[in-house]
């Protein structure tokens, strides 16, 4: 029954609290594990460990980016596994959670399932940005699930000792990896690349190498990707690398684990070594898509550098392929190099496809 008032209506104030509940069957944990994993979910989510069960659904508790990724670093800390940002919105339960700790403890995963969906879906290989992983591409990933099978090809050089250097060498092994897993013997196939910033220039080096080898179905998505001419260099080159990784630090440690920034900030130099270059032939058949953020970045310290790119229509692009109409170019005017990908997934429509 219902607490009623005096007048017949229903007493507000005389109901209990409400208290926030999965309609997922409660199975208690099984081993310590098991009761460590669910009591991490509930540390994050702010729940009662004790009414947390293995088949619980993270993001049907409330759940969301930024707790995923502190979720993930706890998990990584503590148990010395290699959890990816994107496994939490495919994996969700700390059943599936506790299995992947497992294997991943002392392997890194070069390629991350970035979205639950169809496997007759479309392939889209989202190639990591520099001083990240690709788990930056996650809330993309999602708001493309009915369009794309979305793959994140992960930060090699973040998480092994020994660099690959050179831009042609990443994206190799790279695409002979995903070859290998996902079978384009067919040189009709649709190949389809993302990639922000650095991500974008890997993507069109891969493009590269696989019109030397008979490929001529590609397209490439690049997310505010800038192709560093000489004068870019000599910008970059005299910019203040410590303020970059000061401030990276500062705004990387309010959400990632600090050994994680730590990680991407000895990282900086092999990073900044393979921007600096270019593709090793000029694209023929590679059809280009170009989101160019409008917006100075929050911490640039060069108006000069911020003023030199915004005015090159295609972000020097147009220097690595043959003809200019390859390339289709998209004004983000509200977006800046950080925040672009952030801007598309709020717009609504992403226009990406």
Same mark, same amino acid.
Request: proline residues 2%; neutral net charge.
């Given at each position: 029954s219902l607490p009623l008032t005096i007048n017949g209506k229903l007493d507000r104030k005389a109901l209990p609290d409400p208290e926030f509940t999965?309609?997922?069957?409660?199975?208690?944990?099984?081993?310590?594990?098991?009761?460590?994993?669910?009591?991490?979910?509930?540390?994050?989510?702010g729940l009662n460990s004790k009414k947390l069960g293995i088949h619980h659904d993270f993001f049907r508790l409330g759940g969301n980016s930024i707790m995923a990724i502190k979720l993930v670093s706890k998990f990584n800390n503590l148990y010395q596994s290699h959890?990816?940002?994107?496994?939490?919105?495919?994996l969700k339960s700390p059943l599936n959670l506790v299995n992947a700790i497992h294997y991943t403890k002392d392997e890194f995963q070069l390629f991350v399932e970035l979205n639950n969906t169809s496997k007759d879906k479309p392939l889209m290989l989202m190639v990591h940005p520099g001083y990240a992983g690709c788990e930056v591409y996650t809330d993309l990933a999602d708001k493309l699930k009915e369009e794309y099978l979305c793959y994140g090809i992960d930060n090699y050089n973040l998480y092994n000792s020994e660099k690959i250097l050179s831009l042609n060498a990443l994206s190799k092994h790279y695409l002979e990896a995903a070859k290998e897993k996902f079978n384009f013997k067919n040189k009709n196939t649709k190949i389809t690349l993302l990639g922000w910033s650095l991500g974008g220039l890997i993507s069109l080096e891969i493009a590269c190498?696989?019109?030397?080898?008979?490929?001529? =179905? $590609?397209?490439?998505?690049?997310?505010?990707?800038?192709?560093?001419?000489?004068?870019l260099l000599e910008m970059f080159a005299n910019s203040n690398k410590q303020l970059l990784k000061e401030e990276m630090l500062k705004t990387m440690s309010k959400t990632y684990d600090l050994n994680y920034v730590?990680?991407?900030?000895? =990282? $900086?130099?092999?990073e900044d070594i393979i921007v600096s270059e270019q593709t090793t032939r000029k694209l023929n058949y590679t059809n280009v898509v170009l989101y160019k953020a409008m917006q100075k970045n929050s911490f640039e310290n060069s108006n000069i550098r911020h003023e030199y790119i915004k005015q090159l229509k295609y972000n020097n692009v147009d220097k690595l392929v043959s003809h200019n109409s390859q390339i289709t170019v998209i004004n983000v005017d509200e977006a800046s190099h950080q925040t672009i990908i952030k801007i598309l997934c709020v717009g609504g429509n992403i226009q990406i496809g």
């Amino acid at each position: 029954s219902l607490p009623l008032t005096i007048n017949g209506k229903l007493d507000r104030k005389a109901l209990p609290d409400p208290e926030f509940t999965n309609t997922d069957n409660y199975v208690a944990p099984r081993n310590d594990l098991e009761a460590q994993v669910c009591a991490i979910y509930a540390e994050i989510l702010g729940l009662n460990s004790k009414k947390l069960g293995i088949h619980h659904d993270f993001f049907r508790l409330g759940g969301n980016s930024i707790m995923a990724i502190k979720l993930v670093s706890k998990f990584n800390n503590l148990y010395q596994s290699h959890l990816k940002v994107a496994e939490i919105f495919s994996l969700k339960s700390p059943l599936n959670l506790v299995n992947a700790i497992h294997y991943t403890k002392d392997e890194f995963q070069l390629f991350v399932e970035l979205n639950n969906t169809s496997k007759d879906k479309p392939l889209m290989l989202m190639v990591h940005p520099g001083y990240a992983g690709c788990e930056v591409y996650t809330d993309l990933a999602d708001k493309l699930k009915e369009e794309y099978l979305c793959y994140g090809i992960d930060n090699y050089n973040l998480y092994n000792s020994e660099k690959i250097l050179s831009l042609n060498a990443l994206s190799k092994h790279y695409l002979e990896a995903a070859k290998e897993k996902f079978n384009f013997k067919n040189k009709n196939t649709k190949i389809t690349l993302l990639g922000w910033s650095l991500g974008g220039l890997i993507s069109l080096e891969i493009a590269c190498i696989l019109e030397s080898q008979g490929y001529t =179905n $590609i397209q490439a998505f690049l997310l505010d990707t800038v192709v560093r001419d000489e004068a870019l260099l000599e910008m970059f080159a005299n910019s203040n690398k410590q303020l970059l990784k000061e401030e990276m630090l500062k705004t990387m440690s309010k959400t990632y684990d600090l050994n994680y920034v730590d990680r991407v900030i000895r =990282n $900086i130099d092999t990073e900044d070594i393979i921007v600096s270059e270019q593709t090793t032939r000029k694209l023929n058949y590679t059809n280009v898509v170009l989101y160019k953020a409008m917006q100075k970045n929050s911490f640039e310290n060069s108006n000069i550098r911020h003023e030199y790119i915004k005015q090159l229509k295609y972000n020097n692009v147009d220097k690595l392929v043959s003809h200019n109409s390859q390339i289709t170019v998209i004004n983000v005017d509200e977006a800046s190099h950080q925040t672009i990908i952030k801007i598309l997934c709020v717009g609504g429509n992403i226009q990406i496809g």
